[in-house]
């Protein structure tokens, strides 16, 4: 496979994870099993989501942090979020 495929698949993958999130966030909110979320996620990621937000989701976000907190165990994950979640 040449380099280009590989990365229309890469492309491709990245907008259904995306869409698949925003559904599931889109489900729980009205289900009002959240009111507030914070958006976490790296830079070539972030600008997917913020194209994706409808209004109801933009108007539900408490904040953003541009950061990769893939590789974060999850007992540390709060220690990154002082500045976005008031903790």
């Keep these: 496979r ?5 990365n229309d698949a890469h492309a491709r993958q990245k ?3 995306v869409q698949t999130l925003i ?8 289900l009002k099993d959240f ?3 914070v958006l976490v996620a790296p830079p070539e990621i972030l600008s997917d989501f913020r194209q994706h937000l409808d209004h109801t989701l933009k108007d539900a976000l408490a904040g953003e942090l541009v950061k990769d907190l893939t590789k974060i165990p999850s ?3 709060l220690d990154h979020l002082h ?3 008031p903790i």
């Design 15 to 17: 907008d259904e994870f």
């Design 35 to 37: 009111d507030r979320w």
């Design 75 to 77: 007992d540390k994950i």
């Design 83 to 85: 500045g976005v979640l």
């Design 23 to 30: 559904a599931f966030l889109k489900e729980k909110l009205s």
């Design 2 to 6: 040449s380099s280009v495929e590989r």
